[in-house]
Structures are given as C-alpha cells and as structure tokens.
C-alpha cells in the first residue's frame, strides 16, 4: 500500500491567552488546521477546519481533533486507511506545533519539509509564490479595549495573530473576557473567513515547496547566506563601537601620534597580564582586565589591518567612526 503524504498546519491558541482562559497547564491549544494532498495526476485538494472548543479541556480537544482530521483525511485521499506510520507521513513548515499534535493524536512525527535548521520564514522560502492577499484585514480594524489586541497590531507575525483569533473566538463563544457590547460588534464569520484564508495558504505554500524544490533551496541558500553576512556586520559594528567606546576611556588628545598610541597600548596590555599572572584579583577584576586586554587587541588588529595608515588618534578616529556608518547603512537596508 503506498503512503500517503499529508501536508499539515495548524494554529494554536497559547499561553498566556490559555491562562486567562482558565487552562492550569501551559500547553498549546490547536485550534484550526488546513490538510493538503496531491494526487498521482498532481491535482492538489485542502481541507481547512476551525475546531470549536468546548472548554479549556485539552483531553476533549484532542478527542475532537483527532475524530474531525481522521475524517477529513479519509475524505482527502478518498479512502478509509487506519493514520498509521505505515499508511501516512505528515509533513510541515518547521513543525514544532504539528509534530506534537500528530504525535499525540496518532504517534506519527510530522516531517520537516526541507532539510534545515534554519528558523527562515515560510514566507520567505516561497516568495515567488503569486500572492497579494492581505491577511486579517477584518481582524486589524476591531475596536478592542485590551492591551494584548494593541500589542499584536503592532506585530508583523500574522502567526501571533491567528494565535489572538482563537482566543477571540473562544471569547465570543463563552462571552469571556471582553465586554458583551464588544464581543457583539465582532462579525465572526469574516474573523473565521480570513483565519481560514491564512491557514489554507501556509499549506498552499507547503505544496508549492514540493512542486518547486530547487528554487525553493536556493531561496534558502541565498538567504541564509544573507543572514550570514549581515551577522558579520553585525559583529564587526559592535566591535568597533567598543573601539570608539575604549579610546575614549584612554583620554588622548587627538593631536597624539598613533606611534605615542601604540606605546601607550603596549604599556598597557603588559600592565593588565602583570596583574593577572603575579597579583591575585578577583573573579569580577579578572573579567574587566580580560575584555580589556581583547580591546587592546581588537584596536591593534585594526590598525594593522587598515589599508589607509594614520598618523594621529584623529585619523583612526575618524576611520572607525566612517566604518561604523558604512556599515550602519548597510543594516538599515
């Protein structure tokens, strides 16, 4: 019998909205997923189910999901197998989420669809996929007296999003929470439209990843590569922002020539690995003389690695603070 691959997604409701709601444990509450299936003619079919929740009880959740997605997988592939690890693989986008409901439900892990540890966006690893959708348009136009709602609408991650809609529907169902005025101007429908709308498209993605794996990996090369680069930059502004941050601290006028500054420095470093080997400091003395013996370091590698050679500490001052902006440039990109 072959196996058949079930592209999954869920949205959760989480702490701390499982709190308020009156969960005593700290768990995720799955709320709505969205399946995808593609037949041997690469037709691809979805189905998308928001779960109403009864209660806060996770026991009757997880009865209720694992019933409603063993029907809706029977309805997809249109036949009525037992969801084993012989009959189905799971598969996710960076499936934390899906592997512990899979795993719970029917002891099935779900499979990370790419080979990478990488936490990149599914957004971004299908950025050719055609999509101008708005997502939870609706939803960013509510007039909710809470600090949380206030919060996420200043968030990017649609993910935290989803995550309030299911605190919200739970909200209006139960009329917790929120004033009953509030919760009475909500349309539910839309709110549940565009939640499904998001879900749906997240597996949408996933498949469109299957049909398109070379592009896919190299969208994740070229931005992990990305990341790479800017966390050298990263690295070499904090840096030289310590550099700055340590000429200051020695007090040389600027007119002092970078040789007067070199002995200084020599001077220095010798003094700091005096105390360090002949003299018993404390822990907290030792740590302050290391970083600066690395400062001294640091500053000496710049200097002997600039292509430009300085004179005076003006000149080196100068340089660093032109390379910081360089650079601050770049990352404001």
């Known amino acids: 019998m072959q196996k058949y691959k079930i592209y999954i997604d869920f949205e ?9 709601l009156g969960s005593q444990v700290k768990n995720n509450y799955p709320f709505c997923y ?56 799971f598969i996710g986008w960076n499936p934390q989420l899906e592997n512990e409901v899979t795993n719970r439900l029917f002891e099935i892990n779900t499979k990370n669809i790419i080979n990478s540890s990488h936490q990149l966006s599914l ?18 136009k509510l007039d909710l007296n809470d600090t949380f709602y206030r919060k996420i609408l200043d968030s990017e991650r649609t993910g935290v999003k989803a995550n309030y809609v299911g ?11 929120f004033n009953s005025s ?24 996933l498949i ?18 990305k990341r790479n680069q800017k966390n050298v930059y990263i690295k070499e502004f904090n840096n030289l922002k310590k550099l700055k941050k340590y000429l200051a601290f020695i007090r040389l006028v600027k007119e002092t ?11 220095r470093n ?25 400062k001294i370091k640091s500053l000496f590698d710049y200097i002997n690695k600039s292509q430009k050679k300085f004179n005076l500490i003006s000149e080196l001052n100068n340089s660093i603070q032109l390379r910081i902006n360089e650079i601050k440039q770049y990352l404001e990109q």
């Open 123 to 140: 957004n971004i690893a299908t950025k050719y996929f055609i999509n101008n959708d708005i997502y939870f348009e609706y939803f960013n």
């Open 12 to 20: 959760a409701i989480t702490p701390p909205f499982t709190t308020i």
């Open 167 to 177: 605190f919200l529907i739970y909200c209006y169902y139960k009329n917790r929470y």
């Open 270 to 294: 010798e003094q700091l690995n005096n105390y360090l080997t002949k003299q018993k400091c404390d822990k907290a003395k030792e740590i302050v003389y290391q970083k600066e013996i690395k």
């Open 34 to 89: 969205t399946i995808g299936y593609i037949d041997k003619y690469s037709q691809e079919y979805y189905k998308t189910r928001i779960i109403k929740l009864k209660s806060m009880n996770l026991k009757q959740l997880y009865r209720d999901l694992k019933e409603h997605l063993t029907k809706d997988i029977h309805r997809l592939i249109e036949q009525e197998i037992e969801i084993n690890e012989q009959n189905i693989q």
């Open 257 to 267: 020539t970078i040789e007067e500054l070199k002995e200084k420095l020599n001077r």
């Open 208 to 225: 469109y990843i299957e049909k398109h794996k070379n592009e896919v990996n190299n969208i994740i090369e070229e931005e992990i590569n």
């Open 182 to 205: 509030e919760l009475a101007e909500i349309d539910l429908d839309l709110l549940k439209k565009q939640l499904i709308k998001y879900n749906k498209d997240d597996v949408k993605r």
